[in-house]
């Protein structure tokens, strides 16, 4: 990984243990990128073992589900398609027969990319609600840390209720750091890799996945902001957003109006260990971003 290959930061397995097992018991495990998952296939330590032999047992685990989904709308569509073909076609079996047609096609392309042993760029893309693994630094020995979070940031002091009528949490927007986010800008600082991003923008009406690449291609340390929270069962949660600006030129052309912050690797440190009193070094640090040529095009 990144972060311990080229900033020496040390990957906190014991948090990354804790989120798989849970995300194996909850039916979250679609929730943790393929990408983070095979990374740790080869262990180099005894939790290590331990995380490779959950990442195999929750993909086998996963691809059963699937391959039952499958089998499951094969005999559903093979059924509405009989009735279909005869005297009396319904449209109760139409319906059927695009539901099921739809749901095949999105459980064998799924059971494809689980199975699928080349890398893909798809393989960490990540949603609002699924895991990556973010930088930090350790607030007592200063030790770069890394640690499975979700992005959509629950903000200190909500609650999973609270929190379900603020879904846009994911992104921290540069305009609102001292006001809704001033419990952690200032305070819980990390970093992302990203070497590309996807957005929703509006063609003719139609919802279209924009992929933006900068250009020349690079590794950008995409500024974040974290929380970790527990609630009333003892129950922790890592979580982030990614900090977003008015948009260059050319993001804004393309029909989005807002743009992630990458930071440039002299300000590292400077990020991940904030001072709340100087905030104003902070934002000189988000103002003096790299500033690459953004290409786009539709997204597969």
Request: aromatic letters at 8%; a neutral charge.
């Amino acid at each position: 990984m990144a972060f311990v290959r080229i900033f020496g930061a040390v990957m906190d397995i014991h948090e990354f243990v804790k989120l798989f097992v849970e995300k194996r018991a909850d039916g979250g495990w679609t929730k943790l990128p393929k990408a983070m998952r095979e990374s740790f296939r080869k262990p180099a330590s005894e939790e290590g073992f331990e995380l490779a032999k959950i990442v195999a047992e929750g993909d086998r685990e996963l691809e059963a589900k699937l391959v039952a989904e499958l089998d499951t709308q094969r005999e559903r569509l093979a059924k509405a398609e009989a009735v279909l073909a005869g005297p009396k076609p319904t449209k109760k079996a139409a319906e059927d027969q695009r539901i099921a047609g739809n749901k095949v096609k999105a459980a064998q392309r799924n059971l494809d990319d689980l199975r699928r042993a080349e890398p893909d760029p798809k393989d960490s893309r990540i949603y609002p609600g699924s895991y990556a693994p973010v930088m930090i630094a350790d607030a007592k020995t200063g030790q770069r840390r890394v640690v499975p979070m979700r992005y959509q940031c629950r903000l200190p002091g909500w609650t999973e209720a609270v929190e379900r009528k603020y879904p846009g949490t994911y992104n921290a927007r540069r305009d609102n750091l001292e006001s809704a986010w001033s419990k952690l800008f200032g305070y819980h600082h990390g970093i992302m890799i990203v070497t590309t991003f996807y957005e929703n923008v509006d063609r003719d009406g139609k919802n279209v996945v924009l992929q933006f690449t900068p250009k020349p291609p690079q590794d950008m340390l995409v500024a974040c902001l974290w929380s970790h929270t527990t609630d009333r069962d003892g129950d922790e949660l890592w979580s982030f957003a990614a900090t977003t600006d008015e948009p260059p030129p050319e993001v804004l052309a393309a029909g989005h109006d807002r743009c992630i912050i990458p930071i440039k690797p002299e300000h590292l440190d400077a990020w991940l260990n904030p001072d709340p009193r100087d905030l104003q070094a902070l934002y000189a640090i988000l103002d003096d971003r790299p500033r690459p040529y953004y290409e786009h095009r539709l997204a597969a």
